[in-house]
Nanobody, 116 residues
Framework: QVQLVESGGGLVQPGGSLRLSCAAS????????MGWYRRAPGKERELVAV???????NYADSVKGRFTISRDNAKNTVFLQMNSLKPEDTAVYYC??????????WGQGTQVTISS
């Protein structure tokens, strides 16, 4: 089992920045990829960004150039730096980890609200 704990959400004005963190524990040696997903009110959950063990990152088109995913393997932590935030970025953000058997693990979610 892998446990994920997110932090860093909150309320910020449009154009502002937030940094999300996700700390992994448990069978961390089995983790291959980690990432962030989000679910906005009334919408399906969508991928935001993912990063592999070797640092290869992919982003949703809607966040390219504004969000940066990074990973500290020594601390078993993944980060999402979010800049130039827009109201449409408002959502619950979930940390995800996938292991070698393609089992998915999820954090509890952290609320991000962009509003003036």
């Amino acid at each position: 089992q892998v446990q994920l704990v997110e932090s860093g959400g909150g309320l910020v004005q449009p154009g502002g920045s937030l940094r999300l963190s996700c700390a992994a524990s448990g069978r961390i040696f089995s983790i291959t990829g980690m990432g962030w997903y989000r679910r906005a009110p009334g919408k399906e959950r969508e991928l935001v960004a993912v990063i592999t063990n070797i640092g290869t990152a992919n982003y949703a088109d809607s966040v390219k150039g504004r969000f940066t995913i990074s990973r500290d393997n020594a601390k078993n932590t993944v980060f999402l730096q979010m800049n130039s935030l827009k109201p449409e970025d408002t959502a619950v953000y979930y940390c995800n980890a996938m292991d070698q058997l393609f089992q998915n693990y999820w954090g509890q979610g952290t609320q991000v609200t962009i509003s003036s």
